[in-house]
């Protein structure tokens, strides 16, 4: 299983990214994908999940970020809008399989003037 996200950066406060995580070793459209973030000091924590059909978000997102998933690239993508400071993170994003989670990387949102 390998998990590789890109299309961090640096934006200014109100600007808008769009993370991709692309995911190979196993069924994609099979599972669930999740994106965490983890800021400096801080604990990771849950930004988004999707499913087949379904999504969640964390109340710091709603309305600002969208997750989705394109199952014919076995990519999750995290569009992110409306940036804010307090969005400066590194994102991740996980699929657990059988009972084992598997994360990425990581990559770097620096949101700042």
């Known amino acids: 299983v390998q998990l590789v996200e890109s299309g961090g950066g640096l934006v200014q406060p109100g600007g808008s990214l769009r993370l991709s995580c692309a995911a190979s070793g196993f069924t994609f459209s099979r599972y669930a994908m999740i994106w965490y973030r983890q800021a400096p000091g801080e604990e990771r924590e849950f930004v988004a999940v999707?499913?087949?059909?379904?999504?969640r978000y964390a109340e710091f997102v709603k309305g600002r970020f969208t997750i989705s998933r394109d199952n014919a690239k076995n990519t999750v993508y995290l569009q992110m809008n409306m940036l804010k400071s307090e969005d400066t993170a590194v994102y991740y994003c996980k699929v657990s399989i059988e009972g084992r989670e598997y994360w990425g990387q990581g990559t770097q949102i620096t949101v700042s003037s």
């Open positions: 999707i499913g087949s059909f379904t999504t």
